[in-house]
């Protein structure tokens, strides 16, 4: 309780810090989606990147040299998840690892059936449940920011699976607020994420990566990035998927997505 108290006493001071010019000249030059939003989200957003580099801790890794710019540019697009909620800033989280670009590791992979393909495989992040860690790629979270309509970005992927992990299970559903949000939020993924499944296996072209299909928790992570990167597509084509991210991130993207431009 006191230890409570203390933190929000905390993060209201890093929050009401003025934010440092260097930081948001790298945030206007490298995610463009910040200058779309309301003067209020800005202001939001700005408050909760003080806490979130005060509180997680960043490592360069394969020779990669940390500087302002990587963690300033990965902690705009992570706090972009935690606009209008109350937030317990990513709490399982401890450090972010950065590449400096597409690592290998050692994976033991399902293929079909009883067969395991292993082998050294390509990532651009990871996160895990048990982790308290967050790998990432740097050019991959540089360039999808930097294209913040082409529906990938891996930095929202990580950390929508971060977010997924709150309640305590890896199960595709982040902590929603009430029983109603809860099965309301089972009923519509259940049918959303079947229906990527039979798309896959028969080829059909999707707006969701199939990636998704692998299962429910890739599914929210994919469906992140579509809502906040396709959001107008993914409203038109999906409206019920749409109607949950909405409910759950108390935003509306199609508001400041970029993909207006083309018309939505
Ligand atoms: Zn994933």
Redesign the pocket.
């Given at each position: 309780m006191i230890f409570g108290l203390l933190k929000q006493h905390r993060r209201r001071r890093l929050r009401a810090q003025p934010f440092p010019k260097e930081w948001l000249r790298t945030i206007e030059r490298n995610a463009p989606f910040f200058r779309r939003l309301s003067v209020n989200d800005q202001t939001e957003l700005l408050g909760h990147i003080q806490v979130f580099l005060a509180e997680k801790r960043f490592e360069g890794c394969g020779g990669l040299e940390l500087t302002d710019e990587i963690s300033v540019t990965i902690a705009a697009q992570a706090c972009l998840l935690l606009l209008h909620r109350k937030t317990d800033y990513f709490p399982r989280l401890l450090t972010i690892l950065v590449y400096p670009s597409m690592y290998m590791v050692d994976e033991k992979r399902h293929f079909q059936g009883p067969v395991w393909e292993e082998g050294r495989m390509a990532r651009l992040g990871?996160t895990g449940r048990q982790l308290g860690a967050l790998v990432l790629a740097w050019d991959a979270a540089k360039s999808g920011a930097a294209d913040p309509s082409d529906g990938k970005n891996v930095v929202l992927?990580?950390f929508a699976?971060q977010l997924d992990f709150e309640n305590d299970a890896a199960d595709g559903a982040p902590a929603l607020a009430t029983l109603e949000q809860r099965l309301s939020w089972r009923e519509v993924m259940r049918v959303e994420f079947a229906s990527l499944r039979a798309a896959d296996e028969t080829g059909i072209p999707t707006l969701l990566d199939t990636?998704g299909a692998t299962d429910p928790?890739?599914f929210f992570?994919?469906s992140t990035e579509a809502f906040f990167e396709r959001p107008c597509a993914l409203r038109t084509r999906h409206p019920k998927l749409y109607a949950e991210l909405q409910s759950y991130f108390r935003q509306d993207p199609v508001e400041y997505s970029a993909e207006l431009v083309h018309g939505c």
């Open positions: 990871e992927h990580e699976h990636y928790a890739e992570a994919i």
